[in-house]
């Protein structure tokens, strides 16, 4: 995710991210984290140009 075990474990604590706790172990879902980074997007506020939209098209292998 590119974040800290730190950041990870303040949004753990904070109930923004939901957790499954077996003993001692912190798990977090796939699924779980998906929404939790959906939640957290910040939508675009410009169109992209052509070039822009090639570039993104490249890096994602095609679906933009």
């Known amino acids: 995710m590119g974040i800290s075990i730190e950041t990870l474990d303040r949004y753990r604590k904070k ?21 939790f980074l959906d939640a957290c997007a910040v939508p675009a506020t410009a169109t992209p140009s052509d070039r822009e939209k090639k570039a993104m098209s490249k890096a994602t292998g095609g679906e933009v």
């Open 15 to 35: 109930g923004m991210l939901p957790y499954r706790k077996i003993g001692n172990r912190i798990l977090f879902t796939e699924s779980d984290l998906m929404v």
